[in-house]
Each structure stands twice: as structure tokens, then as C-alpha cells.
């Protein structure tokens, strides 16, 4: 059974900085594109960006673009989202998620989900 576990959501200022990170188990994931997605309060999830574990490529969402940095860690089996100079309309909850189909940014495409962190941005 896939098991994607978030980590390292917090309370931070606005300009400072925050590390997520998704330890993934449960199957081989070298096929595999990890995504993470964050909804806030009233508002439909949405992508952030997205990494294909073999090969290291990588898609962000215009929003994060120059801010955020997708990676992972294959000898621990997980993928981490460098989030800098956050802003207040970063907060949300940040899940972790993956597929075998593509590079997507679309929700649909991803067939398993973390439970999500919380990341709050005060002004």
C-alpha cells in the first residue's frame, strides 16, 4: 500500500522560509512523479510543482516560480519543497501526492495523496 507522509508545515513570517518534505513506502517509486498540491480555506486545490523521480524533472506553478524548489532524496525515499520568500497567500494546507502517468499539473492525474501539512504565513 502507498503511504506519502507530510512533514515540516509550521507558523513563519512572511519573507522567511520552509522545508516540506514527503517520505514515500510502500512500492518502487523510480516511475513515479511526485507532486505537491496546497489548498486553502474556501478555494480549490491547486498545483505547486511536481518532479519526476527518475530523471529529476521538474514543473512549478507560475506562483512559486523563483521561490519554491522541488527535490528529492532517493536513498530515503523522499521528496522535499524548499518554500523561500513565502508570502501571506502561501498559507494553506500542502499535500503531497503521486502518479505514473506524467509531468501534470492536473489534480486528477494523481492517484495517491498524503494527508497534508499546514503552512501558515503571517504578515
Known amino acids: 500500500q502507498v503511504q506519502l507522509v507530510e512533514s515540516g508545515g509550521g507558523l513563519v513570517q512572511a519573507g522567511g522560509s520552509l522545508r516540506l518534505s514527503c517520505a514515500a513506502s510502500?512500492?518502487?517509486?523510480?516511475?513515479?512523479?511526485m507532486g505537491w498540491f496546497r489548498q486553502a480555506p474556501g478555494k480549490e486545490r491547486e498545483f505547486v510543482a511536481a518532479i519526476r523521480w527518475s530523471g529529476g524533472n521538474t514543473v512549478y506553478a507560475d506562483s512559486v516560480k523563483g521561490r519554491f524548489t522541488i527535490s528529492r532524496d532517493n536513498a530515503k525515499n523522499t521528496v522535499y519543497l524548499q518554500m523561500n520568500s513565502l508570502k501571506v497567500e502561501d498559507t494553506a494546507v500542502y499535500y503531497c501526492?503521486?502518479?505514473?502517468?506524467?509531468?501534470?499539473?492536473?489534480?486528477?492525474?494523481?492517484?495517491?495523496w498524503g494527508q497534508g501539512t499546514q503552512v501558515t504565513v503571517s504578515s
Open positions: 510502500g512500492r518502487t517509486f523510480s516511475d513515479y512523479v
Open positions: 501526492a503521486a502518479n505514473r502517468l506524467a509531468l501534470s499539473m492536473a489534480r486528477a492525474v494523481y492517484d495517491f
